[in-house]
């Protein structure tokens, strides 16, 4: 059975930094590409970044040279650095197997304060 769990989620001020974890297991983690979405409120899913299972990486262009996808397949972890936060990036972070929306995790909630 394919689990995801965040965590790192909260309140960070705007022009912070903040470091999301996605815990993952029931698949070959270091065989898979992996994905950071978010969801604003009233929004669909937006994708982040994602990350092959060497590490190449792709970024959204809202988010590229700000945000840092990175993996530790001995750990089977994904994480999000996230810098230089707006308060218009507030938003459920969810990280998914794959490159789909589908197979995620419950989400870590970010609110960037003023």
């Known amino acids: 059975e394919v689990k995801l769990v965040e965590s790192g989620g909260g309140l960070v001020q705007a022009g912070g930094s903040l470091r999301l974890s996605c815990a993952a297991s029931?698949?070959?983690?270091?065989?898979?590409?992996m994905t950071w979405f978010r969801q604003r409120p009233g929004k669909g899913p937006e994708k982040v970044a994602n990350?092959?299972?060497?590490?190449?990486?792709f970024y959204g262009e809202d988010v590229k040279g700000r945000f840092a996808v990175s993996r530790d397949n001995t750990k089977s972890m994904m994480y999000l650095n996230l810098n230089s936060v707006k308060t218009e990036e507030t938003a459920m972070y969810y990280c998914?197997?794959?490159?789909?929306?589908?197979?995620r995790g419950p989400g870590t909630q970010v609110t960037v304060t003023p």
């Open positions: 998914a197997k794959g490159t789909g929306f589908t197979d």
């Open positions: 990350i092959s299972p060497s590490g190449n990486t």
């Open positions: 029931g698949f070959t983690f270091g065989a898979t590409y």
